[in-house]
């Protein structure tokens, strides 16, 4: 801005000298024609020299060839404008470069401070230099396959914690424990309930449910957190692998079910908020829904109020608390259950 500025300023002083100085100076003699007069007598002839070979034009020559397209209209009009002389004199030239000088000087110094004061290449700058080192790492939600829609495993999220991390499994596949009957049963009845509703009333969430997971891949989760899966969380997994798509079912308020991978390479995060093994997952705040190994309670965790008590008493308490708000419209959690363009959301 400031070369700008200079430059522009030179240029005015320059012009503003030259048109004093016109000014002052007598007006010159106006100019002659643009046309040279036809030929006249035989002493004109002679005093311009030799005729030329095509012979000297005449007057209707000179009026055929000035026409529009000639570049006469262009002639006519900077014949209006002033003309622009170089400004004279001593003091005009000095100040004139005294300005070019100052807008040079100006333009250097600009660039030596680029060259200085240029960020290094890697350096943080913007939100994350402002962030540092508070900047919260992000949070891995749990994705879907584009091609078969089966959620995918994530990468483990690394935990300070060593009981949080996940323990590698052997060669041979882990044994599958067995459910109970009774258990099953009942897990599978609050699930036919919340079917029957999805279908009629949500259908694209009712779609979204994935089929059962297998008891290898349940065993195996189980190995690699090194604890048990609360009986009901497993009869569940066993008719649903979680839901997948932006219609999944959830839990209130907006707890997206998971699969079995999806719990396995969520509980690094979950368990670091307070411990618990996750089944849901809220991806706009990055909490979750987990339930306790040992006692089967449920409850949230998030960063800023890690599990600390159980909302419901168990997994199968909670699965029973949505069917029952979806066939009676009742709320769970101060949640009501609602459809939006058949999608199961919650208010």
């Known amino acids: 801005m400031a070369l700008v500025v200079a430059l522009v300023a030179g240029a005015a002083a320059g012009l503003l000298v030259a048109a004093r100085r016109r000014r002052a100076a007598p007006h010159p003699a106006p100019p002659a024609s643009r046309h040279p ?39 006519r009009l900077l014949d209006g404008l002033p003309r622009i002389e170089r400004p004279r004199g001593r003091k005009a030239r000095r100040w004139t470069a005294a300005l070019a000088a ?52 994530q990468p483990p999220l690394p935990s300070r914690d060593p009981a949080c991390a996940l323990r590698k499994t052997g060669s041979t596949a882990p044994a599958a ?33 994935n089929g059962p997971a297998g008891h290898v891949l349940l ?11 609360p009986d009901s969380l497993r009869a569940s997994l066993l008719r ?42 809220d991806s706009d705040f990055g909490d ?5 190994s040992a006692t089967g309670g449920v409850g949230s965790a998030d960063w800023e109020m890690p599990y600390a008590e159980d909302e419901w008493s168990s997994y199968y308490a909670l699965l029973k608390s949505t069917a029952d708000a979806l066939a009676k419209g009742g709320p769970v959690g101060g949640w009501v259950p609602v459809v939006r363009e058949g999608v199961l959301e919650w208010k």
């Open 240 to 281: 649903h692998d979680g839901a997948r798509g932006p219609a999944a079912f959830r839990f209130s308020s907006s707890y997206e079910i998971l699969g079995a991978r999806g719990l396995v390479s969520s509980w690094p995060e979950a368990c670091g908020l307070g411990g618990g093994i996750p089944f849901a997952y």
């Open 102 to 153: 100052l807008g040079l000087l100006v333009l250097a110094s600009q660039l030596l401070e680029n060259a200085v004061f240029r960020p290094q290449a890697g350096t943080a700058s913007g939100r994350a230099a402002y962030a540092g080192a508070y900047a919260e790492p992000a949070t891995a939600v749990p994705s879907a396959d584009p091609v078969t829609g089966v959620p995918a495993a």
């Open 177 to 209: 424990r067995p459910v109970s009957r009774r258990v099953t049963a009942a897990v599978n009845r609050q699930w036919r309930r919340m079917e029957r509703w999805l279908k009629a009333h949500a259908p694209r969430t009712y779609a979204s449910l």
């Open 219 to 229: 065993a195996k989760a189980e190995a690699r957190l090194g604890r048990r899966i």
């Open 288 to 292: 979750y829904l987990v339930t306790n």
């Open 37 to 75: 007069a036809p030929p006249g007598d035989a002493g004109d002839l002679a005093g311009r020299g030799p005729e030329p070979l095509l012979g000297w034009p005449t007057s209707e020559d000179l009026e055929r060839y000035d026409r529009p397209e000639g570049g006469a209209p262009i002639a």
